[in-house]
């Protein structure tokens, strides 16, 4: 099994504006981890950005005096030190995203990559988020990948648990259903906007149980594990996006994965 690779990572708050305090959740980040940026003394009638060197991330609404974002360290993140800073802007502005060659060469593939990188204000999660399904760890986060021909595929975006074919899946916050389809490497898949740029990902469904714009709540079963797409086995692969960054899902999840599943 590859080891996580880590980026040691300094932040430096370059720019403060006059009465605005800003606490970050931690100074150095560990590949798909992710930052969490709070802003205090912040007059709210405006859309405030938060910059990571060149990146813009949106501030959404904590509470009524903190304005808070999320970024997500993947594997195409390069910068080792980064600066940071707080921005008010005319319009909503979106992170840079990074396209795939197979997102820009299929149009069926770029409806799959926008619902990652679905932008809800409202937040819909609570908590912290638990076990989609119970089952072993096959596969981790920021693993590289080959195919049969040993051509890289790329890192691993997410988790692999193990379950035989109709397991039921259960949804581990709450948030409501931005996409269903069908893509040849990730089979049958569902996409959960968990508002304020929190989405997840499960791949290989042999059913899915919920449809489009339907709110799902914490527990609920959405789906069923399978083994659709280009899989080995019947398993569920799990993942969690910030602003369409992929982050390791195994951050946000109780540590015990029995405790936290039916
Ligand atoms: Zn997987």
Excluded at 99 to 105: G, I, M, T
Excluded at 172 to 185: A, T
Aim: charge should be positive; proline fraction near 5%.
């Amino acid at each position: 099994m590859q080891r996580l690779i880590t980026i040691p990572l300094i932040l430096l708050l370059l720019q403060e504006a006059y009465g605005i305090e800003i606490e970050l959740s931690k100074k150095v980040l560990k590949l798909g981890e992710a930052l969490e940026v709070k802003v205090k003394g912040i007059e709210k009638s405006g859309n405030y950005i938060c910059w990571l060197n060149d990146n813009p991330y949106p501030l959404y609404p904590l509470n009524a005096s903190t304005l808070r974002t999320f970024i997500g360290f993947g594997a195409k993140f390069k910068a080792k030190t980064c600066s940071l800073r707080i921005e008010e802007a005319k319009d909503f502005i979106l992170p840079n995203y990074e396209k795939s060659n197979r997102e820009k060469n299929s149009i069926y593939v770029k409806r799959l990559a926008d619902a990652l990188r679905t932008e809800t204000p409202v937040q819909f999660w609570t908590g912290g988020f638990t076990w989609p399904t119970r089952g072993r760890i096959s596969g981790r986060f920021g693993e590289r990948r080959f195919d049969q021909n040993n051509a890289y595929l790329g890192i691993h975006q997410g988790i692999d648990i193990t379950g035989k074919t109709g397991t039921p899946v259960f949804c581990p916050n709450n948030g409501r259903v931005v996409l269903i389809g069908r893509f040849d490497l990730e089979g049958k898949v569902l996409v959960i906007d968990h508002g304020q740029g929190f989405v997840s990902t499960y791949f290989h469904l042999s059913e899915i149980l919920v449809e489009e714009g339907e709110e799902v709540k914490n527990d609920q079963v959405i789906a069923r594990v399978g083994a659709t797409g280009r899989v080995t086995a019947p398993h569920l692969h799990f993942g969690l996006y910030i602003h369409g960054t992929p982050i390791d899902p195994l951050y946000w999840l109780p540590k015990d994965t029995a405790k936290n599943v039916k």
